[in-house]
């Protein structure tokens, strides 16, 4: 569904943070981007959803996004990023009714039928349906994401890029917010691509991985492939597998 | 769709009428107070083609009352339009036409028109509005490329930043030209305190003609103003094509108000703080806001007129400095009220 080649992205002339990565998503796969910080986890993000002017080629079902309009490409291509601090106490339902933005219409086109039946769904679906009527300015960390998950589920887009998405969630609602995904997921002509820090979850959830450093992808695969011991090794810098084996003994 | 949905006709009918009550008010009082008969009997003789009733009264509404509260008004509600829509662009209820520097830079060139004389034959206000207009435009142009010159991304921080430094440098420019300015000092420091004693019916035309334009191609963005206030990212994600919608709604913001600052000079706050207490009142949504904000800081602009013009009669104030006292009040009311309820 998606392909990226080559994919460079430098924020000053003489270090790239990103250096020439290649990969191909296909349908109902999640591909977690894995790497310690500053690999260029949400640099690769950013330059898949158009933020960051990058080198490279990217393509959705054989389209170069660089040459697709905007409204076109939301109906492909959603984002739920890491936070969304918002100034101005807009509802949930405001926030949700966002979403469909692209397909309202304009002066010489008509609004699509189904904008307020996907705004319902949406919000239904994330269980904000109470909160519709609330502001964003007074929701939680874990309440204001469900509502921009909300927002990204009534943009209906066939890819879904995640940044961090559970960065400053608790544990239920990191839960809560992956679950909704790979629902999300498994419908025909779909795909997630996310970056992610916690390495239990992207085992937990992902079905493929890329593992970046210093720009860089060494592996990509399968996500039991990717997350050997040697591959997390080489690229953490530490024994990730026995590491996790002795946090799991805290517990015993 | 229920609530991104602006105001339904009827609402906006009440608004209108609420505005036409100001305006009528203001034309009948002043340092002459007007009978309101004779008042309206002058506006339906105006309006129905009948001839005007030969008075001193009529003579004044007609030559000076009527053009000048139509200009109030109008310049109420374009400034307040465009404070409205910089604050969702730039996600920041501070910004202003005077925090993005066009205010300023219309100034400049307004002053630089008085003191060097600038005028076109036969129009001789068009000089100062080409000025203003042209100063509007080409100091956005200035702030945005420098901005872009050190900020690749474009992000509205920087924006501002700039906006604010070259507020500054323009300031000190006009006060370096009305010390080389001789007799034209008195006319340069009433005209940069903001007045609109004098305005005429031309002025309202190039008003009513500019908030047409400009005020039309902002109301048409609400949706994508919406997308920016909640987020830039955001919005690019949601499909809004967001450079040509801010660079639209920057240009129509400055043209509107190089042609405001031409006819009534630096009219301060009212950019501020109306489309900040509409936005308290009706929520952040720009379909209601916008409007919301046109019809207010209409009324705004018509109650400062009315007490530039009263209240210490038979000399009159000048607007920029009613507004400035009552919205810097205002304003720091509506901090402290803000602060208690985060506490």
Redesign the interface.
């Known amino acids: 569904m998606l392909k990226a080649k080559n994919i460079s992205v430098s924020y000053n002339v003489d270090k790239k943070a990103l250096d020439g990565v290649t990969l191909e998503a296909k349908e109902n796969q999640w591909i977690m981007l894995l790497g310690p910080n500053g690999a260029g986890k949400s640099t690769l993000i950013k330059a898949l959803?158009?933020?960051l002017?990058y080198e490279g080629e990217v393509l959705i079902k054989g389209q170069d996004i660089a040459h697709i309009?905007?409204?076109?490409?939301?109906?492909m291509?959603?984002?739920l990023?890491q936070s969304?601090?918002?100034?101005?106490?807009?509802?949930v339902?405001?926030?949700v009714?966002?979403?469909r933005?692209?397909f309202?219409g304009g002066?010489f086109s008509k609004p699509r039928q189904d904008?307020?039946e996907k705004v319902e769904q949406a919000l239904l679906w994330t269980g904000m349906s109470d909160f519709r009527g609330r502001k964003i300015t007074s929701l939680s960390g874990g309440e204001r994401q469900r509502a921009?998950l909300a927002?990204?589920f009534a943009?209906d887009p066939d890819i879904l890029l995640l940044d961090e998405p559970s960065g400053s969630l608790d544990l239920k609602h990191q839960q809560a917010l992956f679950d909704l995904v790979r629902e999300w997921a498994q419908k025909p002509g779909r795909c997630v691509i996310s970056a992610v820090h916690d390495l239990s979850l992207a085992r937990k959830y992902g079905s493929h991985a890329i593992l970046l450093r210093n720009g860089k992808a060494p592996a990509q695969g399968s996500i039991q492939t990717v997350m050997s011991r040697d591959n997390l090794s080489a690229v953490y810098g530490m024994d990730v597998h026995q590491w996790m084996k002795d946090m799991l003994v805290q517990w015993a | 769709?229920k609530?991104?949905e602006g105001f339904s006709p009827g609402q906006h009918l009440v608004f209108q009428l609420l505005v036409l009550i100001f305006i009528v008010a203001g034309i009948a009082m002043g340092s002459v107070m007007l009978p309101l008969v004779d008042t309206l009997d002058t506006l339906w003789a105006l309006i129905s083609g009948a001839s005007l009733p030969q008075s001193s009264a009529s003579a004044i509404l007609v030559h000076v009352r009527i053009p000048r509260v139509l200009s109030a008004a109008l310049i109420g509600a374009a400034l307040s339009l465009c404070g409205a829509a910089m604050q969702?662009l730039l996600?920041?209820?501070l910004a202003d036409g005077s925090t993005l520097g066009v205010s300023s830079g219309a100034s400049l060139g307004a002053v630089i028109a008085i003191s060097l004389g600038i005028t076109v034959p036969a129009l001789p206000f068009a000089g100062t509005v080409m000025m203003a207009m042209l100063f509007a435009f080409a100091s956005l142009m200035l702030i945005l490329a420098l901005s872009y010159s050190f900020d690749?991304s474009f992000s509205t921080q920087t924006i501002i930043l700039m906006g604010v430094i070259f507020s500054m440098f323009a300031s000190s420019l006009i006060s370096l030209i009305m010390a080389f300015s001789g007799d034209k000092l008195r006319s340069i420091t009433f005209w940069t305190m903001g007045s609109l004693a004098g305005t005429t019916y031309v002025n309202v035309l190039i008003l009513l003609l500019a908030l047409v334009f400009f005020g039309g191609l902002i109301t048409?963005h609400g949706?994508e103003l919406?997308?920016f206030?909640?987020?830039e990212?955001?919005a690019?994600?949601?499909?809004?094509?967001?450079r040509r919608v801010k660079l639209t709604v920057m240009i129509a913001v400055s043209g509107l108000i190089g042609v405001c600052v031409s006819v009534g000079g630096t009219i301060g706050f009212v950019g501020l703080i109306i489309p900040h207490i509409t936005?308290m009142a009706l929520?952040?949504?720009h379909r209601k806001l916008l409007p919301a904000s046109f019809y207010f800081g209409a009324i705004f602009l018509l109650l400062c007129d009315l007490i530039a013009r009263t209240v210490v009669s038979p000399v009159e104030l000048p607007i920029g400095v009613v507004t400035s006292l009552i919205g810097a009040m205002v304003f720091v009311f509506i901090f402290r009220g803000r602060k208690r309820k985060e506490r």
């Not at chain 2, 690019?236 to 967001?242: C, D, F, R, S, Y």
């Open positions: 959803s158009r933020v002017p309009k905007p409204r076109k490409l939301a109906g291509l959603g984002v990023q969304n601090p918002v100034n101005y106490a807009f509802t339902e405001e926030i009714q966002l979403g933005y692209a309202r002066i904008n307020e921009f927002q990204v943009q | 769709m609530a991104s969702g996600r920041n209820p690749r048409l949706r919406n997308a206030a909640v987020g990212e955001n690019l994600h949601i499909g809004v094509p967001v936005r929520g952040p949504n």
